[in-house]
């Protein structure tokens, strides 16, 4: 079959007769207009993607209910985040591609039962556009919910200090991406900027193909970069390409004709009859609700999370005055100096970081436990935060609740299960400024006694934010 035949497949060009017109007018909006008959082939094309695309769209996984409704929903932005990232899982909670395979299965078994119920049918062209109306609105929903919390830049977060006082080699390729896009809010605004404007046009049929042009590139981008940095959501991102393709391809064979062959091309103008006033007012009251809670309330709320500080991190305080990171000049067990070693099985801290928020991180000779959680998650409970410590092995991570009358710190370990410090009760005083001492009992009865002297550290990153490019720095 030539090119150029391929090209006039009907479900791509819609030829119609109405009376008193052109019999070669392609598209109209009457509902007197007569559509040409599919090719077989085409029909059986169609019934296979129209039920794939509707598994992969709708959320028929009862897990998806469980997760998005079991706790209540209050249109937070944890709730919508969740709601808008569905995706099925059959094989296991981890989105694998195995899913996939098992859905083109089902709907290869549907098309086979509807081939054969379904042989008198001549086209599909008012439920061809209704899947593509489908796919649309599953793809924006998708681009929104990361849109915003990049445009807020609220996904990639800051860098903290324990993370700029962390080795390169103790980061997981993952971790080391996210805080290099997290050191360029601005940048990771524009992204998300551009996630937004996609998602918006594609709410309008009339400028979708535009809309997949921008969701290509960029979304392919997302696809190259979790493999290339070890990222969670491949799956997730090459399944919004493949609904960005099977937007395109609508208008392709018009695009080639234009620019390839050079040969009069036409828009298709075909819309179902929307005249009745059910269909008129209902499909407007939905598109209206649809705009109302993922880009107004949605982004309201991701504003709101990135003047709270964000979710990435705990918004419990920390102890007044700490932040920062300091050097442990003393460290005794039971009234016995150790000094700082190499040995893996010394138990001498070398570093702690106090983060402004209730979190302390130590560096020693032992290696914390690597905590995966490379997709994203927004965590709604700020104890149970774990972007901090996620992807890395360099410090071991602490919450604690500061009782600032009886000068004490119960420490939490957060990525330091079964260790002896898992749980530490510490006395603290500060008998100036840049000095914490630290006293307690560990798990094996030892008396602690540690000084912290806080380090005047200047950050490469900070230092030229202040200064500009063209002006020196000064470390």
């Known amino acids: 079959m030539a090119i150029t035949e391929f090209l006039e497949a009907p479900h791509r060009k819609t030829i119609l007769s109405v009376p008193g017109r052109d019999s070669n007018t392609i598209g109209s ?7 040409r008959p599919w090719k077989e082939y085409e029909k059986i094309l169609f019934r296979f993607f129209f039920l794939y695309f509707v598994l992969q769209a709708v959320p028929l996984d009862w897990k998806y209910y469980r997760d998005v409704f079991g706790s209540g929903f209050a249109f937070s932005l944890h709730d919508i985040f969740y709601m808008a990232r569905y995706i099925p899982r059959i094989v296991a909670d981890v989105p694998v591609f195995a899913d996939w395979a098992i859905l083109a299965a089902i709907a290869l078994a549907g098309t086979a039962v509807w ?26 929903v998708a681009l929104l919910a990361y849109g915003f919390i990049k445009f807020f830049p609220l996904q990639m977060a800051y860098p903290s200090i324990s993370h700029l006082n962390t080795a390169y080699g103790d980061l997981e390729a993952w971790k080391i991406f996210s805080i290099s896009t997290g050191i360029v809010p601005g940048y990771q605004s524009f992204l998300g900027l551009v996630e937004i404007g996609a998602a918006l046009l594609l709410l309008n049929r009339k400028t979708a193909t535009i809309a997949t042009f921008i969701i290509l590139p960029f ?17 997730y991102s090459l399944l919004l390409v493949t609904f960005a393709l099977f937007l395109l391809v609508f208008d392709i064979n018009r695009i080639l004709r234009l620019t390839s062959f050079e040969r009069t091309t036409q828009p298709n103008r075909y819309k179902p009859d929307f005249a009745a006033p059910g269909w008129k007012y209902g499909r407007l009251a939905l598109k209206a609700s649809f705009v109302f809670v993922f880009v107004f309330v949605y982004g309201y709320q991701a504003y709101a999370a990135s003047t709270d500080g964000g979710y990435q991190y705990s918004n419990v305080p920390g102890l007044q005055g700490a932040a920062g990171l300091y050097t442990v000049t003393e460290f005794r067990i039971n ?15 070398r570093d702690v ?98 000084v912290l002297n806080r380090v005047n550290k200047k950050y490469l990153l900070q230092e030229a934010a202040k200064g500009g490019r063209r002006q020196g720095l000064k470390l």
């Open 29 to 35: 909006e009457s509902p007197l207009a007569v559509v």
């Open 115 to 140: 081939t054969f119920a379904d042989r008198s049918r001549t086209e599909y062209t008012t439920l061809y556009y209704a899947l593509r109306v489908l796919v649309r609105y599953r793809l924006a």
């Open 219 to 235: 979304t392919g981008n997302v696809v190259m970069s979790n493999l290339a940095y070890e990222g969670g959501e491949y799956v």
């Open 335 to 349: 009234d016995t100096a150790l000094p700082y070693t190499t040995d893996d099985e010394e138990p001498r801290w």
């Open 353 to 450: 970081v106090f983060e402004s928020w209730a979190t302390l991180s130590i560096r020693s000779n032992r290696q914390a436990s690597v905590v995966e959680a490379n997709t994203e998650e927004i965590i709604a409970d700020p104890a149970e935060r774990n972007y901090e410590y996620t992807g890395s092995a360099g410090r071991r991570y602490f919450s604690y609740t500061a009782d600032t009358t009886a000068h004490t710190l119960l420490l939490t370990g957060k990525n330091v299960p079964g260790e002896e410090e898992a749980s530490l009760l510490l006395h603290y005083t500060r008998p100036d400024a840049e000095t914490i001492v630290l006293r307690g009992v560990n798990a094996d009865n030892d008396s602690l006694h540690i």
